[in-house]
């Protein structure tokens, strides 16, 4: 009868279901993690800070995982060397090693050695004094704007661990050619888009001033954003430095755009043509718009909204300049510098009221990248200034390398751009790729 209820267990271990040893697996962890929680309160260990459980865990697990590394290496495990084994080499001894931690701060380990000197631990690797996603979060505190001593201030309070500002600044330097590789990449032959516009940050050179870092994002004919670079300017850029960025997206494979959607930037209009020639240039017509209130007195600002309406959403350009001359004559007088503010940007405003209204809803403003330069502001604001151009590029680079984690913002942009890629492929269907090379 033993031997049947053993045969009947066996069967019954057998067909147990994966759920089942799942969750026997979680029970099992949770055992144990309720031991170690027991014996720590016995011993009176708390279960964070420099003495507490999870720092002594953590060490167990790193001395146990760099023991079967070594073991590994050797071929046989610690007093258990074979008299006929080949290999002669043996464990000597340990050797103290003090790392930082994601979760518990610095700990001191004990790392095993070798007789012959050939071990090469993995886990922890020889020179190695930061595990994997200290790096992660240093970077992510630099892309939110902290400076190097608020990231080592912030390692001491959180983690009680000792960071020096010359330990960030060389784990921050190390994305340098990652941006350099990233600002190098080929691009997609042509886009249905693309936006520029400029963050104003504050670097010190020799005294603290404002400089105008410039960001464009190309929009792809899958629907798909993409940050095509990032440029330091002076604020005095004219048709030469607009000419060097615009070959650089060039040169990296883009050879047509079919909007080029910017807002005022001087030079920039005039050698679009030389680079693209088939490309409009469109003005955002929302900063056009915010201009113009900025222009007038509160009071009218219902009233102005209403008359402006008719110029942005006229069926022609005919119907456009009607409509302008009507704001003209009934704000002329007390706000001409609105009409003038139109006037002057009218070259570049008409161009998208000969396209249906997908088109239109999509080109009619910078809104693609004003969402990326909210995040920028946010970083540049944490930060103050910059010491050089250089470490404001770095810090805008990681905020760009940190965007939409998730991929749920990627799918509703591409989702709200459907309607208009339609449209775009039947009004430019000469200029859209062909199957086989799209």
């Not at 057998?14 to 993690?33: F, M, T």
């Not at 905020?399 to 208009?420: F, H």
């Amino acid at each position: 009868m033993r031997g049947g209820e053993g045969a009947v267990m066996t069967t019954t271990l057998d067909v147990v279901s994966p759920k089942k040893h799942q969750n026997d697996d979680r029970s099992a962890e949770a055992a144990a993690a309720a031991e170690l929680v027991r014996l720590a309160k016995e011993q009176g260990l708390a279960l964070t800070g420099p003495d507490g459980l999870l720092k002594l865990f953590t060490k167990n697990v790193l001395e146990t995982a760099l023991n079967e590394e070594l073991t590994e290496h050797l071929g046989h495990e610690k007093n258990r060397a074979g008299a006929d084994r080949v290999n002669t080499n043996v464990r000597n001894g340990t050797r103290p090693k003090t790392v930082l931690t994601e979760a518990t701060g610095q700990v001191t380990i004990e790392v095993p050695r070798d007789r012959e000197g050939t071990f090469e631990p993995q886990i922890v690797r020889k020179r190695q004094r930061r595990l994997n996603g200290v790096e992660e979060i240093v970077l992510s505190l630099y892309a939110n704007g902290l400076t190097t001593g608020e990231i080592s201030a912030h390692f001491a309070q959180i983690y009680g661990a000792s960071v020096s500002k010359e330990t960030i600044s060389r784990i921050t330097d190390k994305v340098i050619d990652e941006m350099n590789e990233w600002s190098a990449r080929p691009l997609d032959e042509v886009y249905a888009a693309i936006f520029i516009d400029a963050i104003v940050v504050k670097i010190r050179d020799g005294q603290v001033a404002n400089r105008p870092i410039y960001a464009a994002i190309g929009v792809t004919l899958a629907g798909e954003k993409d940050v095509l670079g990032l440029w330091a300017g002076t604020g005095g850029e004219g048709a030469k430095f607009w000419m060097s960025v615009l070959t650089d997206i060039k040169n990296r494979g883009v050879r047509d755009t079919f909007f080029l959607v910017c807002d005022g930037l001087k030079g920039l209009p005039e050698v679009v043509g030389n680079v693209w020639p088939l490309t409009t240039v469109q003005t955002c017509i929302i900063h056009l718009i915010r201009n113009t209130f900025r222009l007038a007195s509160k009071k009218d600002w219902d009233a102005l909204k209403r008359d402006v309406k008719p110029i942005y959403t006229a069926p022609n350009p005919n119907a456009a300049r009607a409509a302008l001359e009507d704001l003209d004559e009934k704000w002329g007088k007390k706000y001409g510098a609105i009409i003038r503010l139109w006037e002057s940007a009218w070259e570049e405003f008409i161009p998208f009221l000969d396209y249906d209204v997908e088109i239109r809803r999509i080109i009619c403003s910078t809104n693609a990248i004003e969402s990326l330069n909210a995040r920028y502001r946010r970083a540049v604001r944490a930060r103050g200034h910059f010491p050089t151009e250089q470490a404001a590029l770095k810090c805008l680079y990681l905020v760009t390398r940190s965007l939409d984690p998730t991929g749920r913002g990627r799918t509703r942009w591409t989702m709200r751009w459907k309607p208009a890629l339609n449209a775009f492929a039947i009004t430019f269907a000469d200029r859209w790729p062909a199957a086989e090379t799209y």
